[in-house]
């Protein structure tokens, strides 16, 4: 054969396998056997071998061909990748309905869809040819990951005419694909993934496109992005021409002529949700006509010409066996539910926070009760409800106690505080919580000083305040249980190396009310020596730049306590620095996940502390804040997160679970 021959023939086959993929992933049809396929892709296989200069990027070899990348590269969406807004119930798609009907002229059809629990994509062709794909990011940029979309199947890399388009689309995971990945992951001693957008999102964020092409994903696009030659007047006949140009839709759109059809959808898709292959979290209603579309534009955030109709999210039934206290650092009284464990959302869940006693008053939650579990956003375990009729004959109102658990005095509320709290200055539980506080990474970052050491100390009396941390010795520290000469000689190093830390880590290490780690750093910077920090003013304190009223007032507070002046001298005493030694230059990381990303942290971890992933998060570029805003980026929600979870849902803050998270921090 010669070259034009293999040519002709290379073309004849890529043409050939183009329509089996597209049979086969796109219109789940397949018209011939594995056998012959292979067979095929071998043919071609051999003649772009022989052929090298032959092979072309859209070649269906080519779809594993990249080699994996240091990082993702920025991609700006022309066209903002807006979100939707929710609606819960019936009565919201009605006033969602009226809204539309009264922003437009003329009679509205809607047309209904599954709405795919993936990850939003957008692909780019030119002239037909897949060029990029990106995720969505934060709608206005997002990450190239068109070497890892290139390995889904049934993504064409070549459309059936020459056009150039942008489209739209879920990338997501289907159930067979989700239950093989985990399987093998079990069986490999790895973490497997809580649920198939984890999954999904976490394959299509690997550098790695090999890995991505093993996970078995799959896309369905629902929207044009960007289409210069479009002279389509509906979303309907946008599905059925993306269709036609090859791209993977979804079949089970419908349209509908009134509100009455959309809930019927919906009522029907509620029941034959766990029949479909994969993950739908809602129904996707949008108005059909593009000019009413553009009738009725779009808030800061979403279309008004859309709106998710959210599926409730999956309950447990199970026992709640006790009610846990715990007491914070602060004095603040925090009661958790213990549950009898029970499946939910893909993870195992135990304990649930239940805020404080207005939230089980409100929800009447006694010892013994069987309660209704939720993961709220599929992530933090919530006690919905009580199931009344299972309640045990002699169960009682619980009443938050009126004693401290740990130290017996009095709890109070302050001021207007919802909170119980402690206020003994003495209260074991606190000063424990106190000391642990002080060794953490973010503060004076003792390393092998964990929760359990300081626990041990603490309960053995050898570390009863932080100055006592800077007497410890090492036979001392060698009475304790499980405590080596290496362990011990390592502590007492590390102890001894944090006598030079900068001030900006004591300052949060003393655990000043409302003086996080970022303001610490502000107070260190200006005020240079702890000395000139206890002296000063609350009018010296606000006209620092970020020091707000709370936290002037909480600093002079705190320097007028006697003991504090106290255990200032004791640590100077020790040898503890107390002056600023200026800010480490910051390496600046310019692709990573969290490069110029604001980061809230909330919830409980399971293979992270705080401090760690700070630090972390920081090194990759990002910031972490103390509290969600609309600055926020991306919350990472861990168990038993509370209030600053549910103002990232009402804000439509990305928020990652901690198996995302680690995806991110993997890729
Ligand atoms: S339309 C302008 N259709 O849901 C908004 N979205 O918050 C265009 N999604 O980010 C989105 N299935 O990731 C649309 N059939 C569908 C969808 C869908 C899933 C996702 C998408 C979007 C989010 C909406």
């Known amino acids: 054969m010669n070259k034009q021959q293999a040519e002709k023939e290379i073309h004849q086959l890529r043409a050939l396998i183009q329509q089996y993929n597209h049979d086969y992933f796109v219109l789940d049809a397949p018209q011939v056997s594995d056998a012959e396929y292979d067979r095929t892709m071998c043919q071609l296989l051999d003649l772009e071998d022989a052929y090298p200069e032959l092979v072309t990027p859209d070649s269906p070899s080519q779809r594993v061909g990249a080699e994996p990348v240091g990082a993702f590269e920025k991609v700006a969406h022309r066209v903002p990748m807006l979100s939707l807004s929710n609606a819960f119930d ?386 001392a520290l060698l009475e304790l249980e499980r405590m080596g000469e290496k362990s011990a000689s390592n502590l007492i190093q590390a102890i001894d190396q944090s006598r030079s830390n900068s001030l900006e880590k004591l300052i949060f290490g003393l655990g000043i009310r409302f003086i996080g780690s970022k303001a610490a750093k502000t107070l260190a910077a200006h005020f240079k020596t702890i000395d000139a920090l206890a002296h000063a003013t609350y009018d010296d304190l606000i006209a620092v730049d970020e020091i707000g009223e709370k936290m002037a007032d909480s600093v002079v507070r705190y320097f007028s306590e006697p003991h504090v002046d106290e255990l200032i001298k004791d640590l100077h005493a020790l040898g503890v620095n107390m002056t600023f030694k200026g800010r480490e230059p910051s390496t600046s990381v310019s692709d990573s996940p969290f490069t110029d990303k604001t980061v809230v942290l909330t919830g409980k971890l399971e293979h992270f502390t705080r401090k760690e992933l700070k630090d972390t998060i920081e090194a990759m570029g990002g910031s972490v804040t103390g509290s969600v805003s609309k600055n926020t980026d991306i919350v990472i929600a861990g168990e038993a997160a509370g209030s600053k979870y549910n103002k990232a849902v009402e804000l439509d803050i990305d928020i990652w679970d901690e198996a995302r998270l680690q995806e991110a921090l993997n890729a």
């Open 90 to 475: 019936e009565g919201e798609l009605r006033d969602f309905d009226r809204r539309v009907r009264q922003g437009v002229e003329g009679d509205v059809t809607y047309v209904c869809e599954l709405k795919i629990d993936g990850l939003a994509v957008s692909l780019t062709y030119e002239d037909g040819q897949f060029v990029r794909g990106a995720t969505r990011g934060d709608g206005t940029t997002g990450e190239d990951i068109t070497s890892n979309l290139r390995t889904i199947r049934s993504l064409p890399l070549k459309l059936k005419e020459p056009t150039t388009i942008e489209v739209r689309g879920e990338a997501f995971m289907p159930h067979k694909s989700f239950l093989a990945l985990n399987q093998a992951r079990e069986a490999r001693d790895e973490e497997p993934f809580a649920n198939p957008r984890n999954a999904a999102a976490g394959s299509l964020r690997q550098l790695d496109p090999k890995i991505a092409a093993s996970r078995n994903l799959d896309v369905f696009l629902y929207a044009v992005g960007e289409w210069e030659e479009e002279t389509l007047a509906s979303h309907s006949e946008r599905l059925e021409t993306i269709q036609a140009l090859g791209l993977k839709t979804n079949p089970e759109w419908k349209k509908c002529a009134t509100i009455d059809d959309v809930i019927d959808y919906v009522n029907h898709w509620t029941v034959e949700r766990p029949n479909l292959n994969y993950e739908i979290d809602g129904i996707v209603i949008k108005v059909d006509r593009l000019d009413q579309q553009e009738a009725l534009g779009f808030t800061a955030k979403s279309p008004r010409w859309a709106i998710a109709y959210k599926f409730p999210a999956e309950e447990a039934i199970t026992t709640l066996t006790d009610i846990e206290l715990s007491v914070g650092r602060t004095g603040v009284i925090t009661p958790t539910a213990i549950l009898e464990p029970v499946k939910v959302a893909g993870t195992t869940v135990q304990r649930a926070s239940l805020h404080n006693a207005d939230f089980i008053d409100e929800k009447d939650i006694r010892l013994g009760d069987t309660v209704a579990i939720k993961k709220a956003g599929d992530i933090i375990p919530e006690v919905v409800r009580v199931i009344t009729e299972k309640r045990p004959d002699n169960a009682e109102r619980y009443a938050m106690p009126e004693h401290c658990p740990d130290c017996g005095s009095d709890l109070v509320h302050l001021e207007e505080e919802v909170a119980l709290r402690c206020i003994n200055p003495d209260c074991p539980a606190q000063l424990q919580e106190g000391l642990i506080h002080f060794v953490s990474r973010d503060a004076m970052n003792i390393d092998g000083l964990g929760e359990k050491v300081v626990g041990q100390l603490f309960r053995e009396k050898l570390v009863q305040t932080i100055s006592d941390i800077y007497r410890l010795e090492k036979p």
